[in-house]
C-alpha cells in the first residue's frame, strides 16, 4: 500500500490579482482550497488569492478534461515546479515555496488532478510564468 502524506502546500503571495482574476468583492477573505484524498491520507491545501475565483469561475469544467490528460500535464507542471523550488537563487522562492510530492504511479482520481492543474494553470497567469511547454489555457 503506498502511503503519501502532503502535510500542507502553502503558497503565499504578496501580490495583488491581477484584475481578471480578482473577486468583486475585494474586502472579503478568501478561503484556502484543500485538495485531498483521504484514502491516500495526504493534503494539499492552497492559500493563493485568487484561486477560488479562478477555479469558480474561469477554469474549464472537470468534464472538460480526461483523467490520463491531467495526469500527463501533472507530472510535467510538478518536475518543473520542483527544480525551481530546489534553485531560489534564480526563482523567486516567495512563489515556489514547497516541493510537490506527486507520484506517477499513485491514482490520485480525477478531483485532485483536476484542481492541481488548475492551480498550475492560474499561476502561471497570475506570475506570468511557464511551467511547460504548454500553451496556458
Known amino acids: 500500500m503506498y502511503f503519501l502524506v502532503i502535510a500542507a502546500f502553502l503558497i503565499f503571495s504578496c501580490t495583488t490579482p491581477r484584475n481578471a482574476m480578482a473577486s468583486s ?79 506517477p504511479t499513485i491514482d490520485y482520481g480525477l478531483e485532485v488532478n483536476y484542481k492541481l492543474f488548475n492551480y498550475f494553470q492560474f499561476a502561471q497567469r497570475k506570475y506570468k510564468m511557464r511551467l511547460g511547454y504548454f500553451r496556458v489555457q
Open 25 to 103: 468583492n475585494t474586502s472579503q477573505k478568501e478561503e484556502p482550497v484543500r485538495i485531498a484524498n483521504d484514502s491516500l491520507e495526504y493534503e494539499i491545501i492552497i492559500f493563493d488569492i485568487g484561486f477560488n475565483y479562478y477555479l469558480q469561475s474561469i477554469a474549464r469544467p472537470i468534464s472538460y478534461y480526461s483523467q490520463d490528460y491531467l495526469e500527463t500535464r501533472n507530472r510535467i507542471y510538478v518536475i518543473e515546479w520542483n527544480n525551481r523550488v530546489r534553485d531560489p537563487l534564480r526563482y523567486n522562492h516567495n512563489i515556489y515555496e514547497n516541493i510537490i510530492d506527486y507520484q
